[in-house]
């Protein structure tokens, strides 16, 4: 059994001392351009050495680019390539002796399993192996990297994705062993971390360890064209474009299966950029300068909410047939909100109706529709609304710039309502949106967008389709830590499309359940420090990555057997339905508006309140006119409710828009 060092309530391995360094990369090209996030740590591991002469291991590809590089821009006198692709010259004495003249072993990318299988016992082994204990420095990126931890993960049957780790952390695709080299002892490397969203895989690996080793490992990832060197005293420092991820336990059994699937209580989460260090011996993280807190510290709302993470029908009659049963009867009214296409919002009602709904309608949330009556009528009387298939920014200006929109807008935040969002369409309910998450390389090319969504949970980012391609697996998995940053949010939820979370307020507070054959993954952000990258390939690229940094959150993977207090209470919205109960024939236009509100009516108005959402009453007079006009000139644009009283108590109360 391993032991433990417990420093400020972390759990760390106790290491070795050995005596030399090593310089762990994430993958990635590296560059000799002028500013070159490469240069700097390369430069780092030759400066550590003592004859400066470099080693560069590869089993099928050698170029004399990378020899030049290291002799040229990074300090080194010499540099020869070693391509080792078999047992025989693995383990050939001449390999051996030829490669403890040099000082930096550098492994190059490639496949881990070949370097494992190939160089396992062998005299290239020993001679890394040796050179590392006489006190040379050892490098490897990409799966050069993931052979240099004490546990490593072999591929030995090929790749393994993060979706597939957290739904079954047992899976046959994840091979680890842990005789190769013990460089760095209790740990497991892993590459191209944000950029393939491997925050899912790492923490199968970590679980797969404890569940069937009872070892406890940390986790340490790290992202393209960044790297982290470790002295020999066992402090990193990180370089380069990204962050260096290091998951750490902070209880002593995190781990459990739900079934095959992983729930994981919390990690520890720590995301190092460009210049930040930190001691392995004692945890203590360096080169932040900034606080963050979240501005709200829980979800409180009182009403349900569910969000998938998929948009296929097939994958979401198990959210659907939860939300049509949740409370009162199957016979209420349900109205699914959808864009000018409804062939996606038909399918849910025609599921709805075979799930025994007897009453859904479909209306699309376009400006056209803005006045529509009889959606009106339907928003009044419904008690559950599903949002599926809008464009956010066609349904934004619907909400923002028409009656049926505002209206829309403060019913689906009335006590006890239900709102079910289907697949993207789940991004809407938090309170700050990533837009753009389906292009491309948005966050490598710092072109993620962010917007404000309906603050159904005002301390939330959700992001659905987490696995959806894994051509932009990096988006969900960079956007949501820097959304959390960014707008000091307390969670930050990932779903797929095997999975769907349920909000809903409980007996002693609100509570966030996952449900599905897949779990959800949660972090949170309580208070940190931390910042946001700022180091660029090299000084032709002006844009650096959308990449958070901080010295800690916690991450959960959670499926229905588990359960995540967001609220330790709830605040009732309890606007009133009643629009005209003194039964006058009232008109308020135009609605939205920009500056002169008229009120007509038939009836002396006593009294005229205009009232935030908050419940703040921001405006009042008394009046004895039949008429009257209110010039909003000073308002702000957003939405507010109007409230009008007779002598004889009676009210009308009606949402306005002002622009």
Request: aromatic share 12%; proline share 3%; glycine share 10%.
């Amino acid at each position: 059994m391993k032991k433990f060092l417990l420093v400020l309530g972390v759990v760390f391995p106790v290491l070795l001392m050995a005596q030399g360094g090593l310089l762990i990369i994430g993958g990635g090209s590296e560059s000799d351009e002028a500013g070159s996030w490469s240069t700097e740590p390369y430069s780092w591991a030759v400066a550590q050495s003592t004859n400066k002469r470099v080693a560069i291991i590869s089993y099928s590809t050698a170029s004399n680019w990378m020899r030049n590089y290291f002799v040229d821009h990074c300090g080194a006198l010499s540099a020869k390539d070693f391509k080792i692709n078999s047992k025989s010259i693995a383990d050939n004495q001449d390999t051996y002796d030829s490669l403890m003249t040099y000082d930096v072993i550098f492994l190059k990318g490639g496949d881990q399993w070949n370097y494992y299988s190939t160089y396992k016992n062998t005299r290239t082994q020993e001679a890394i192996r040796d050179k590392y204990n006489e006190g040379g420095v050892i490098c490897g990126t990409s799966a050069g990297l993931a052979v240099l931890s004490k546990v490593i993960f072999t591929a030995q049957r090929g790749t393994v994705y993060p979706d597939e780790c957290i739904e079954d952390p047992n899976n046959q695709y994840v091979t680890l062993a842990d005789d190769f080299f013990d460089f760095f002892p209790g740990c497991i490397f892993d590459s191209h971390f944000t950029e393939r969203g491997r925050a899912g895989r790492l923490m199968g690996f970590l679980a797969n360890w404890k569940l069937n080793h009872e070892e406890i490992i940390t986790g340490i990832g790290i992202d393209e064209t960044t790297a982290m060197a470790i002295s020999k005293d066992k402090v990193g420092q990180v370089f380069g474009t990204g962050a260096a991820n290091i998951y750490q336990v902070i209880s002593e059994n995190p781990f459990h299966l739900d079934g095959e699937m992983l729930n994981v209580d919390s990690l520890k989460v720590s995301q190092l950029l460009d210049g930040c260090t930190i001691d392995f011996n004692t945890g203590v993280i360096n080169g932040f300068e900034d606080e963050f807190t979240p501005e709200l510290f829980e979800e409180k709302g009182n009403y349900t909410i569910y969000a998938s993470g998929g948009d296929d029908i097939n994958d979401n009659v198990a959210m659907l047939d939860s939300f049509l049963h949740e409370s009162g009867s199957v016979d209420e009214k349900i109205l699914i909100v959808t864009g000018s296409d409804e062939t996606a919002a038909l399918a849910s009602r025609n599921k709805l109706v075979q799930l025994g709904a007897t009453d859904v309608q479909v209306f699309s949330g376009i400006s056209s529709m803005g006045d529509d009556p009889d959606f009106e009528k339907t928003i009044q009387g419904a008690k559950r609304y599903l949002f599926i298939d809008n464009v956010f920014y066609i349904l934004e200006n619907f909400l923002q710039n028409t009656a049926n929109g505002a209206l829309l807008y403060d019913h689906i935040r009335r006590d006890g309502k239900i709102i079910g969002f289907v697949g993207d369409n789940s991004r809407f309910a938090g309170k700050t949106i990533i837009e753009n998450y389906m292009l491309y390389n948005a966050a490598g090319s710092g072109s993620l967008v962010f917007k404000e969504g309906f603050g159904l949970l005002k301390t939330s980012v959700i992001m659905p389709n987490s696995f959806f391609d894994s051509d932009m697996y990096m988006n969900p998995a960079a956007g949501i830590p820097y959304a959390m940053l960014q707008n000091q949010l307390r969670f930050g939820i990932w779903l797929t499309s095997k999975n769907y979370i349920k909000y809903a307020p409980g007996e002693d507070g609100t509570f966030i359940t996952s449900y599905g054959s897949a779990p959800s993954m949660i972090l949170e952000l309580e208070q940190t420090k931390g910042g946001f990258a700022t180091r660029t390939y090299s000084d032709a690229y002006n844009t650096p990555k959308m990449i958070a940094g901080f010295e800690q959150m916690k991450i959960r993977v959670m499926s229905g057997a588990m359960q995540l207090k967001a609220g330790s209470g709830i605040s009732a919205y309890s606007v009133p339905d009643i629009k005209n109960s003194w039964g006058a024939d009232i008109k308020v236009y135009p609605n939205p508006v920009s500056e002169i509100l008229t009120i007509e009516t038939h009836h002396e108005i006593g009294c005229i309140s205009i009232i935030s959402l908050s419940g703040e009453r921001l405006w009042k007079s008394e009046h004895k006119d039949v008429d009257h006009q209110l010039n909003l000139r000073g308002f702000s644009s957003g939405l507010y409710m109007l409230y009008l009283e007779n002598s004889k108590g009676q009210t009308h109360a009606q949402t306005i828009v002002v622009r």
